[in-house]
């Protein structure tokens, strides 16, 4: 059963601890965003996983304030999908399909971008998937080597590529897509948890290795969050969704468009002094 690994911390407590009364009204003041602000004009974003969910939603949000958006997916299907959103409201993209675990793959797609646009200021490294729900002692070596490819070396090469050329630059910004997984155990999801954990130790090298090159590195650990990914393994209507949204603090899922706004802030001038920063965005699910 697929699944993210926050979400298996919330089936988890949803199981053990059945005495939460939330509502489930708590609507966390959803109708505020920064999409009026034009602070990104002159610069290029980096997404990838921008063909769905999070990514998309960030992707839009880059370009509605002003950045011209590489939308970097394996779906070229659903990458399009998003490059024609963001050129419908009057923003500028393209869609680059790479796969992320591929070195090759990423190191064109980064000079694909610069090549287009003449730079890189903002990179979104986002693209994952959950794998599968397996007990630690059957986990196949094969699924724990392409989960680690696809949620943790792939943060790795883009991260390398992107560098490479921020330093040349003279600067840029980076956010990566960590997990509530980042930060606690995940049952269930051995893989997951130590990708997620291995993406925020990423974070933390390069925040320290780059600080004096005007490179900032952060991570965002989004909690449970309304997306096709969370879709697949919870439906819609049903019995687990509701266990699910029942077992959250907040009361509710997030939508991306929550996500992406601390990824987006992360990436603006506005966190000028912000570097190596591990932000959870899970109306307090986590924290302790
Ligand atoms: N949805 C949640 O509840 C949740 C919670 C915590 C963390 N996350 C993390 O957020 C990120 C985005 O998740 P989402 O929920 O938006 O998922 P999603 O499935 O909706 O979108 C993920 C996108 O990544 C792309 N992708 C997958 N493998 C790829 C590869 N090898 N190369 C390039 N693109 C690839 C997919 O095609 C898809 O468009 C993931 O890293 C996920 O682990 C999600």
């Known amino acids: 059963m697929p699944l993210d690994g926050g979400c298996i911390n919330i089936v988890w407590h949803s199981i053990e601890a059945t005495n939460q009364t939330n509502s489930g009204d708590n609507d966390l003041n959803p109708s505020r965003t920064t999409q009026g602000l034009k602070d990104f004009v002159g610069k290029t974003a980096f997404v990838t996983g921008a063909g769905n969910g999070i990514g998309r939603a960030a992707a839009k949000l880059f370009a509605a304030r002003g950045a011209s958006v590489a939308v970097v997916d394996l779906n070229p299907e659903t990458g399009m999908q998003t490059v024609n959103q963001i050129q419908a409201e009057g923003g500028t993209a393209i869609f680059i399909r790479a796969d992320v675990s591929s070195e090759e793959a990423v190191e064109a797609a980064v000079q694909q971008t610069v090549a287009t646009f003449g730079g890189l200021h903002c990179a979104f490294n986002n693209a994952g998937f ?38 040349k630059a003279g600067g840029g910004s980076i956010v990566n897509t960590s997990s ?109």
């Open 130 to 167: 959950t794998g599968q729900y397996v007990g630690f002692h059957t986990l196949s070596l094969e699924d724990w080597n392409r989960l680690i490819a696809v949620n943790l070396t792939s943060v790795f090469l883009c991260m390398k590529h992107q560098i490479a050329h921020m330093l």
């Open 180 to 288: 509530g997984a980042g930060v606690v155990g995940a049952p269930g999801m051995p893989h997951y948890t130590a990708a997620k954990h291995g993406v925020l130790g990423l974070v933390k090298v390069a925040a320290k290795e780059f600080i004096g090159q005007n490179i900032r590195v952060n991570a965002i650990c989004p909690g449970v969050t309304d997306t096709p990914m969370l879709r697949t393994f919870a439906g819609e209507g049903t019995e687990l969704e509701r266990a699910l949204v029942s077992s959250l603090p907040g009361g509710r899922m997030g939508r991306p468009e929550e996500i992406a706004e601390a990824a987006v802030w992360l990436s603006s001038d506005a966190a000028s002094f912000v570097s190596g920063e591990s932000m959870l965005v899970d109306a307090a699910s986590v924290c302790r």
